[in-house]
Structure formats: C-alpha cells, structure tokens
C-alpha cells in the first residue's frame, strides 16, 4: 500500500474539474467546437500532471520539492482553458509555460529512477517538452496528438498499471522485470509511430503500432499472471480494478482500429478509434483511478488519525461502489450505441453520446463532495 507523507490538496480538484471538462466536451462538441483537441491538449493532461503531482515523489518515498508549483500550474490551466474557450485553440506560449512549469516539478522530485513503473512516469513527463515545441511551432497537429497520447499518455498509464492492479488487488507483481521490456518495446514502437506521422509514411505508423499492441500484450500478460496467484484475501476483483481492465480491453481493441485504418489508409472508420480513445479508453480509466483516489487521499488525511479512538469508514463507504454501478451500466451501452449510430444516424447517436456526458457527470457530483473535504485544512489531532 502507497502511504503518502505529504498531501497535495489540488490534486482532487485537478480530478473534479478534468471529469468536469469531459462531461462539458460532449455539448461543446454538439455546437461545433473542437472537442477532440480540448480533451487531449488540455483536459487530459491536466488530469494526469495533478495526479502525478501527488504520487510522483510519493512512489518514490522522497519529501515533496516545490510544494507551490502545483498551485501556480492550477493557475496557468485555469488560463489555459479560459483561452481555449473564447479561442478554441491552445495559446503556445501559456501552453508551453503550462508544461515546463509541470516539468519543473518532476525534475525536482526525481531521486529514485531504479523502479520501472517509476521511469514509465519519468520518460512520459518528458514527452510534454516535444509536444510544446510542436504546439508553439504551430507543426501539423496529428503528430502533436500523438506525441502527447502514445508518448504521455500511455507512458504514464501503463506505469500506474504495474502500480495499482497488484495494490489495489494485494497481489505481488508477477515477473517484475519484464516492465524493462514492456518500457523499452513501447517506447521504440512509440518512436517508430511519431517518425511515421512525420513522414507522413502510414505503413510506418501502421507497423509501429503493431509494436505498441504487442507491448500493450505483455502487459496484459503480466497483469493476468498477477491476478491468477490469487494470494489476496480479497473477494472478487477490487471495483476499481475491475474498471482498470475495462480500459485496457478498450484501449486494445481502439487503437487496434487506429492501427487497421493506418495499415490500410482507409479512415471509414478512424471515429471509433478517435472517439473510443477519448470516451472510452481514457475517460473509464479515468473513473476507475479516481474512485480509489479521491476516497484514500480523503481517509488517510481525515480519518487515519483517528484509527483506534473512534470507529472510522471504509473507502467504500466514503463513495459507495453502487456509483460505479450506476456509471458503467449507463456509460457503457452509451459509448457503444453513439459509436455505431454516428455511422448513420447521428441525430440519434448524439442522444447516446449525451447520455455517455450525463453519466460522466453523474460521477463527478459524486465525487465533488470528498474534493471539497480534501481541500479542507488537515484536521488537529
């Protein structure tokens, strides 16, 4: 278990607001503005830099260096997203002071680079300087997406991958070492991609993402033979483990569409890659990081003091696994029926897709409540 020192208390505000923005992407979307790039210029990164801003010097046991950053970074993204608004477009140099601001943060907070699943956060943060530079440069935007998506992104969650499943499950990782292989297979596969996309040469993205399935494979592999030792006490697969797999089963079979359309160069149907990514992919991994998070961050600051004077709640009784429930039972046949629909008829499809934004905000109201007492000041003991 993961016991952190130290509290960033924006952290759960930079989760509220970033579930916030992907529920508003859908109306936004519906009245012609770019959603696409809003989610994965701004609203995703945001997520993920103020996670790692609490877990990465957590992970590696070090006291917090630059403790001001994450709230003068919240200040530039409440910027940023205030011009995308009235632009509907980044402002490069906001943009790229956004991200070496971020970059700040993690070059300070580096001390411990022998654990893989640490190096896939370290490596991926490093994306974020390309991805400026290509922004401020004004390059071709399919490569920045990508750059930031298989580069960042994907960097980063399947670093969180070897970090969650087994503590979240209580299971010993299996072949710790092969996370070497998955690091260097992903990131060789990734460069092959983004030299493709530069190129414009897709049989060179089609064959480098090829090599990012196969890395996504391995670990699937790992995390399969993680949780068929069954050691844990646990009964059944923790909810948000079971949300994690979701994921990774859609961010598979998503990007095997984005790896087809590339190989073939027949983009009939690259939406369901695009659009799978973004609400399925990462919006599901999204829910199932943050109903172990927001809950934790929320116990360990209030009621751990507590522990052995006073009876104290579960996490699961912090936010029920009912909300779960209730999320996947609507947003799951949302994202399939939008996605089949748009095909021919997109009048019904939107209605999908709306309920797909309803269900997402649904969460994030539950979730607001546990923000607003993270937020608070750490109680007196």
């Known amino acids: 278990m993961i016991r952190p020192a130290y509290f960033v208390r924006l952290t759960p505000l930079y989760i509220v607001l970033s579930l916030f923005l992907v529920a508003l992407s859908v109306p936004l979307k519906l009245l012609g503005k770019s959603h696409t790039d809003l989610l994965i210029f701004l609203v995703f990164p945001v997520l993920i830099k103020g996670t790692l801003f609490q877990l990465y010097p957590t992970l590696q046991g070090i006291p917090l260096k630059g ?66 530079m290509l922004v401020y440069v004004g390059s071709e935007t399919l490569l920045t997406k990508h750059v930031l998506t298989l580069g960042f992104f994907l960097n980063v969650i399947i670093g969180s991958y070897y970090i969650f499943v087994p503590m979240l499950q209580l299971e010993e990782l299996w072949a710790p ?92 149907f690259i939406n369901f890659h695009r659009e799978g990514m973004l609400y399925g992919f990462l919006t599901f991994i999204t829910v199932g990081a943050s109903y172990h998070i927001l809950p934790f961050m929320l116990w360990w600051k209030l009621y751990a003091p507590r522990m052995g004077r006073e009876k104290i709640p579960t996490l699961k009784e912090l936010l029920k696994p009912e909300v779960i429930e209730t999320f996947l039972m609507v947003s799951l046949p949302s994202l399939l029926f939008y996605l089949l629909l748009e095909l021919f008829n997109t009048a019904l499809a939107n209605i999908f897709l709306t309920a797909l934004s309803l269900s997402i905000l649904y969460y994030t109201l539950k979730l607001v409540p546990l923000s607003i007492r993270a937020l608070a000041p750490p109680p007196l003991l």
Do not use: C
Not at 83 to 94: A, D, G, I, M, Q
Not at 108 to 117: I, W
Not at 120 to 132: H, M
Not at 209 to 217: E, K
């Open 177 to 268: 070492k092969l996370r070497w292989l998955n690091l260097l297979l992903h990131n060789l596969s990734s460069a092959l991609v983004l030299y493709g996309f530069y190129m414009r040469n897709y049989s060179l993205v089609a064959y480098g993402g090829i090599g990012v399935l196969v890395s996504l494979f391995l670990l699937s592999l790992i995390l399969h033979k993680t949780l068929s030792q069954r050691r844990s006490p646990l009964k059944g697969l923790d909810p948000s483990v079971k949300l994690l797999l979701l994921g990774l089963f859609l961010l598979i079979a998503f990007l095997s569409l984005g790896v087809a359309s590339a190989g073939t160069q027949n983009f009939g």
């Open 67 to 132: 403790s001001a950053i994450p709230y003068l970074h919240f200040l530039l993204v409440l910027l940023n997203l205030l011009y995308w608004l009235f632009k509907n477009s980044v402002e490069p140099p906001l943009y790229a002071l956004e991200n070496l601001l971020f970059l700040l943060f993690i070059f300070l907070n580096t001390r411990r680079l022998s654990d893989p699943s640490v190096i896939f956060l370290f490596v991926g943060s490093l994306y974020i300087l390309p991805a400026s």
